[in-house]
């Protein structure tokens, strides 16, 4: 039976290629194999490959993002901003190659009404509207990056250097002791780290 054809339809066809491929194995082409259509079909519902991946980053946070739009009653703009943070890191951490997918995608403009209450947050705590986006964007940059180093490992795109050379560091004292607890504490751990650090420096 043929597929009925609308664009999350198409975008569920993407998530699922990109789950089995990767960020490097998905194209429209390959879209359209995996839904049995012509490639041209998928021009009715996406203008271009860029689109797509626009709209499945969007859906990649949206269910676990939907109730931290907003803060809840009397929660703090940094608690706030960090339980975002962690929701987004680890939806993206759960999804392969979730990281270069957001970091290649550009917001949807459905998603505008969101951002403008992320904003509207910011102010109400004391940030002018500037510095509102741009500690939206620096906790978004640094969740990206932190998520997408983890993943590089994991795809064997990196390897971490104690593993590779355990004595690198033997030669430089303070260099080997402030590498050390690296050994055992978890990415989660080193994240959170980040994480308040930048919050702290974030405060209006």
Do not use: C
């Not at 789950?19 to 271009?48: I, K, T």
Request: no cysteine; aromatic share 6%; hydrophobic share 45%.
């Amino acid at each position: 039976m043929r597929t009925t054809l609308d664009r999350k339809t198409v975008i569920r066809a993407a998530m699922k290629l990109l789950a089995d491929n990767g960020l490097d194995g998905l194209s429209l082409r390959n879209v359209a194999s995996e839904l049995g259509v012509r490639p041209g079909a998928l021009y009715w519902h996406f203008a271009n490959k860029q689109e797509l991946l626009d709209q499945m980053a969007a859906t990649l946070v949206e269910g676990p993002l939907a109730d931290l739009v907003r803060p809840r009653p009397g929660q703090s703009w940094d608690a706030w901003l960090a339980a975002r943070a962690r929701a987004f890191r680890t939806a993206v951490l759960a999804t392969r190659d979730g990281a270069r997918l957001v970091a290649a995608s550009r917001p949807t403009t459905d998603r505008r009404p969101e951002a403008e209450a992320m904003v509207a947050t910011l102010t109400a705590a004391g940030f002018a509207p500037a510095d509102a986006l741009r500690a939206l964007t620096a906790v978004k940059h640094y969740i990206v990056g932190a998520v997408q180093e983890e993943q590089d490992y994991a795809e064997g795109r990196a390897v971490w250097p104690r593993e590779a050379d355990p004595d690198r560091y033997a030669d430089y004292p303070e260099l080997n002791e402030a590498m050390a607890p690296q050994t055992t504490e978890t990415l989660e751990a080193q994240f959170e780290y980040g994480l308040r650090a930048l919050l702290r420096g974030l405060a209006p």
